[in-house]
C-alpha cells in the first residue's frame, strides 16, 4: 500500500445502555467493503441467514472521547461460499466506544496483524467465532422490539490513519444516525451507506475531520474525558475518539483469550478462511481518491440546506445563491434543461429593484429570447422562498407563455382584461408579472396593470429577414431606401413541369437546410399546408428517404397506434421524406406526436399555419412564409413578427433565417408591413358586449366584489378600458356605458336594481352624471343571473338556453341521447358550422321514429334538409343556427356511439381535428348547463341527466371503461388493456400491484403503473371521504332541533 494508508470503513451503529461504562475499546482490525443492512433484522452465520450476536470482549485500554458510550460495529462477512463483497453477513461486535482504523504499509495477509499467524487457533479472529457460539443461545427478547425512526443524520466517511506500536495519528469518521427508544430503555444510533462507500466521502465530512485534526490535543482532556464519562444524555455519534497508545496485537490476543469459548471446529475453520480471504482482499484494495470538485459541491449543498431551513423558520424571502433559491434548482435547469447560464437580460430582469421589491412588472423581448425562464424562476421563488401560490395565465391558442398583446385580442383579450382587473381591485399584495413578444403602446398596460417596464431587443441567434419575389432574394435593410437591399438569385434548376407544380421555387429554399437542419414553412390555409407538404415531396429526391428512416418508421407506427390503426394518407406520404403538416385539423395527440418528431430532428419540414407561431415552440433554422395572407386577410406586424421569431434555435444555429414569398401586386403592402411600427393594443371588453362588460358585471355583482353603481363605475375606470376611455370613447362617457350595460342586464332578468332607482330614474336614457345618493344605489342578482354566472354562459345565448330547457321539460325524448346533445351542444359553434347537407340528409334517412321525433321538436324538418341537399329553392325562414346546431348534435351523437374520431370525420367529411374540438367544447358546455341547471329548481330534471352525459362527453369511450378513464395517465387505449386484464373498476386499480400491472400490460412502465395505482388509491379516498362527511351529515344533531327548554315553554 502507499504511504497514504489504507482506509477501511465500517458501519458503527451505537447503542446505549443502562449499565456500567468503561474506558475500554476493541478494536477489530478487518477492511471489509461495507454494504447496508437492516438493524431490525436477526444475522445468522449459517446457510446465508441473518443473526444479530453481541460479543463482550475484555477489550485494550484507550483514552476514549465518549467513554459512556456504548458501542458496536457491523463488520461485514462475505456470505458463505461467496468471496465478493454482496450479500454480507454482519456480526455486531459490542464495543464501549467507538474507534476506526486503517493500517499502513500492509503487503500481504500476515503483515496485517504483526508478527504471528493471526489465522491460527489461538488468534482473535478465533476468539470472535468462539464467541458467536456462546452467544447462539441470548433470548430473542434481546433483541429489539419497537421500530426505529431516524431522526438525524450525520455525516460518514473515511480519512488515512497511520497505526504504529505506540499511537495512532490519524483518526476516521463516523457516521450515525440517532434512534428512539425501545422498551428496555435501549437506544440505538445506525447508520444509512452512501450508495458509492468507497468513493463518495461527503465533502462535510473532510471538514470535520480538519476540525478534530486541529483540536485533536484538547480531545485527550481528562476534564472532558470525566465530563463525558458523566454525561447521561443520548447523542448521535458523529465524531472521532483520540488514543495515545495501544497494544501489540499479540497482547490483544492474549487480553481477548480469557473469554474463548468451546465450538465446533469445522465452522470455525469455515468461518476463519472466509474472514481470512475477505480481510486479505481488502487490503490489498486500491486506495480510493477523494473528488475534490465532488466534495465541494456536496459542501455548497449541505450549506444551502442548512441556511434554507433556518431561512423558512425565519420568514426570509432569501433561500441561496440562484436568484433565492438554492443551487439545486439551478442544478436542475442544467440536468434537465440544459441551461448552465442565464443570459444577461435575465439576470438584469431578475435583479431588478422593482422585482426585489416585488412590485408588478411588465417585460417585452423578441419571440424565442428566454422569457419563460425568467417566469418559471420568478414563481419559484412565490412558491419555495415566500410559501405563496403562483397562477400562469396561458391564451387559448398558447401553450408556452402568457402574451400581454392578446389583451387586444376578441374574447380572449377581453377575459384576461377581466381576470387582471379584478386580481388589481380585489388584492393589494398579489405581484402581477406580464411578458409579450410584442408590445408598443406599453404605457397603457402599464397604467392599468401599475407596472415597471422593462425591455430589451435580445435573441439568443441573430436573425436576418428576407424577401423572395419570382427569383431573386431580397434582404431586410432598415437603412436602405426601400428598405431592401439585394442578396443573391436562386439556382436551382427547374424543368417546365416543375415550374408549374412549384411556382415559389419552395423546393429550391428548403433544400438549402434539410434534411441536416430544419425548417418551417407557413401556409394561408390549412389546406394549403397539406397541398405544400406533398408537393414538396414529389419533387425531393429519394435520398431523402434515407435520412433517419428508422425514426421516421417509428413515427408513422406510433402515429398509426394512436388512431385506432389509421393514418393520414398525406402524412403517410410525406414522413418518409421528413416532411409533415401542422394545422388544427390534427388531433391533439397526432400534433404533440409531430411536434416532438420535429424537435429531435426526425422530421425536418412541417407546413403550418400561424397558429404554429403564437401556440407552439418550435424554432427552425429557416422560416418561410409562403404568402403574406392568413386566410385571405394581409399579415399584420405583430403575426409577422411571432412568425420570423421561430427562425434560429439557441445552442444550435449561429443565425436565422426569414423569407417572406410575394407578389408583385403585394410589394407595396410588403414593404409597409416589415417597416411599420408594431400594432398598437386596445382594450375588447365593450367591444365584445355580452363576453365583455356584460358578464363583467354579472360577475362582480354575484361575487360582491362591487354591488353599488358606485363602486362599479369605480372598478370599471381602472380596467384597462378605463385607461383608454379617452381614444375609445367618441360619443358616450364611461358613466353612460356603465349605466347603459346594468340597464341591460337589468332588461333581461339577470339584476334585480333598488326600487328606489325606478323612482329617481337613474337609468334613464337621459342621465350623464350620477350624484353622491346616487353613487350607492345598488344591486342584486337573480336566480337566472346567478344560473348564466356560476354555468358561465355566454350572456348572448343565456336566455335561448333557458328557452330550450323549458321547452324540453314539456317532450324530452330519452329513448337516445340525442335530445340531451342537440341541448348541449355549443351556440357558438353551431354559428360557425357549413354543413354538407348530401350527408345531412343520408343522417337525417337514418334515425329511428324517436330521433326524428327531436328533430321535428326542434324545428327541422327532412323535406327542408331534403331541398337543401337537391339544392332546391326554400321560401319558408328556417333558424340557421337551430338547423347547424342540430347538424352538429348529429355529429357528436355517432361519436358516441362508434368512439372512433376517424370512422366519424370520414363519415362527416370533417377535419378530425374539428371533431375533436367539438367535442371538448361539447363537454365543458355540458358541465356549464349542468351548473346552470343547478341553480333553478325547474330544471331538477336534467341534472342527473347531464352528470351522466358530461363523463360520456368528456371521455368518449364504451360507459364500461369510464371509471377507469377517471385516473391519471390512462387513456382509452391503456383503459382498454385495463378492463380486458380485469381491472374493471377504480377500486380494482387502487388494489394493484405494480409489478403485476407491469408483466401483465403491454408497454406499461413502473413509473406510469405507479402512477396509475397512487392515482386510483387518491381518487377512492376522496370518494371515501365524501361519502364519510355525508354520513356524518345524517347523523349530525340538526342545528333547529327543537330543545326541551323551547317544549316546556310552548306547554306553559
Known sequence: MDDGGSRIRRRVSVRKRNRFSTESVLAAPTAAELKPGDEKEEEEMVAGSRRRKTVDVQPVEVQPHHPSNSSEFLVPFPTLGDGNSSGNLFMKLELTTDLLFSFQNIDSEEDMFGDYDSFAENSFLAQVDDLEQKYMQIPEQEEHATDHAPEDLCSESIKHSILSSNTVGDFTGVKTEEHTKNQSGHEDVATEPEADLLYDVPSSQMLFFEHLHSSSNNLGDPSLKERDRGSSSHKTVNEELPVSSIEEPQQIDDSSSKVRTSSDGNRRQSLKDHLKSAMAGNARAHTSVFSRTKQLKETLLSEEINVAKKTIASSSDDLGPFYSLPSKVRDLYAQFRGIEKLYEWQHTCLTLKSVQERKNLIYSLPTSGGKTLVAEILMLQELLCRRKDALMILPYVAIVQEKLHMIGEGSRGATLEMTLAKILYTSKTTQIVGMSATLNNVEDLQAFLRAEYYSSWFRPVELKEYLKINDTIYEVDSKAENGMTFSRLLNYKYSDTLKKLDPDHLVALVTEVIPNHS?????????????????????????????????????????????????????????????????????????????????????????????????????????????????????????????????????????????????????????????????????????????????????????????????????????????????????????????????????????????????????????????????????????????????????????????????????????????????????????????????YFRQFSQLSPAEQNVATLVGVSENFIGKKASGQAIKKKVDKTIVNRLYLSFVLYTLLKETSVWRVSEKFNMPRGHIQNLLSGAAAFSSCVLHFCEELEEFWVYRALLVELTKKLTYCVKAELIPLMEVAGVLEGRAKQLYNAGYKSLAHLANADPEVLIRTIDHLSRRQAKQIVSSAKMLLHEKAEALQEEVEELLRLPSDFPSITASSIEKA
Open 519 to 839: 425548417c418551417l414553412v407557413f401556409c394561408p390555409t390549412k389546406k394549403n399546408c397539406e397541398n405544400v407538404a406533398e408537393m414538396i415531396c414529389k419533387i425531393l429526391s429519394k435520398e431523402y428517404l434515407k435520412h433517419r428512416e428508422k425514426e421516421k418508421h417509428e413515427l408513422l407506427k406510433n402515429l398509426k397506434a394512436i388512431s385506432g390503426g389509421s393514418v393520414c394518407p398525406v402524412l403517410k406520404h410525406t414522413i418518409p421524406f421528413g416532411v409533415a403538416y401542422h394545422h388544427s385539423g390534427l388531433t391533439n395527440d397526432e400534433r404533440k406526436l409531430l411536434e416532438e418528431a420535429h424537435s429531435a430532428g426526425v422530421l425536418c419540414l412541417l407546413t403550418c399555419t400561424s397558429t404554429l407561431a403564437a401556440g407552439v415552440n418550435l424554432p427552425a433554422q429557416r422560416v418561410i412564409l409562403r404568402a403574406p395572407y392568413v386566410a385571405k386577410e394581409f399579415l399584420k406586424r405583430n403575426q409577422y413578427k411571432q412568425m420570423i421569431g421561430r427562425a434560429g434555435r439557441a445552442g444550435i444555429d449561429s443565425v436565422g433565417e426569414s423569407i417572406l414569398i410575394f407578389q408583385e401586386k403585394d410589394k407595396q403592402q410588403v414593404l409597409e408591413l416589415i417597416s411599420r411600427p408594431l400594432e398598437n393594443c386596445y382594450s375588447r371588453l365593450v367591444q365584445e358586449f355580452t363576453k365583455g362588460i356584460q358578464t363583467l358585471f354579472l360577475s362582480l355583482i354575484g361575487l360582491k366584489i362591487a354591488t353599488t353603481l358606485g363602486d362599479i363605475y369605480h372598478f370599471m375606470s381602472g380596467t384597462f378600458f378605463g385607461v383608454q376611455q379617452k381614444i375609445l370613447l367618441k360619443e358616450k362617457s364611461l358613466w353612460e356605458i356603465t349605466v347603459e350595460s346594468l340597464r341591460y342586464l337589468t332588461e333581461k332578468g339577470l339584476l334585480q336594481k333598488d326600487t328606489v332607482l325606478t323612482e329617481k330614474g337613474l337609468l334613464q336614457k337621459d342621465t350623464v352624471q350620477g350624484s353622491e345618493e346616487e353613487f350607492q344605489y345598488s344591486f342584486r342578482i337573480t336566480k337566472l343571473g346567478r344560473a348564466s354566472f356560476k354555468g358561465t354562459i355566454d350572456l348572448a345565448y343565456c336566455d335561448i338556453l333557458y328557452r330550450d330547457l323549458k321547452k324540453g321539460l314539456e317532450g324530452l325524448v330519452l329513448e337516445s341521447l340525442l335530445h340531451l346533445i342537440y341541448l348541449t351542444t355549443p351556440y357558438d359553434m353551431a354559428s360557425r358550422c357549413d354543413p354538407d347537407w348530401m350527408v
